[in-house]
């Protein structure tokens, strides 16, 4: 059984950084393509950000392209999000998520596995 566990959401002033992490458990990090969700408050999940098992290709949403990195470390079974020049539309709960399609899907319906979500907050 797949366990996604994040971390690293806060509260933060518009223009801050933050970084999320997210671990996978109970299975091999490696064959899995993960992703980024977001919900923020009163709207349906979006997708944010997802990598491809190696060499890792990647795909941004056009609302953080520029200022949020994708990245994971397969000896750590971590996938992380690093997100720069935040503003107060980014505020929201950040889900990681996994799936073992070979390729980056950007519907909640495709992916099987979720974390418990991290709160972000971004303060104007």
């Known amino acids: 059984q797949v366990q996604l566990v994040e971390s690293g959401g806060g509260l933060v002033q518009a223009g801050g950084s933050l970084r999320l992490s997210c671990t996978l458990s109970?299975?091999?990090?490696?064959?899995?393509?993960m992703a980024w969700f977001r919900q923020p408050p009163g709207k349906e999940r979006e997708f944010v950000a997802g990598?491809?098992?190696?060499?890792?290709?990647?795909y941004y949403a056009a609302s953080v392209k520029g200022r949020f990195t994708i990245s994971r470390d397969d000896a750590k079974n971590t996938v992380y999000l690093q997100m720069n020049s935040l503003n107060a539309e980014d505020t929201a709960v950040y889900y990681c998520?996994?799936?073992?399609?070979?390729?980056?899907?950007?519907?909640?319906?495709?992916?099987?596995?979720w974390g418990q979500g991290t709160q972000v907050t971004v303060s104007a």
């Open positions: 109970g299975r091999t990090f490696w064959l899995y393509t």
């Open positions: 998520a996994a799936t073992r399609d070979l390729n980056i899907q950007t519907m909640t319906s495709e992916y099987n596995d």
């Open positions: 990598i491809e098992r190696s060499p890792g290709t990647t």
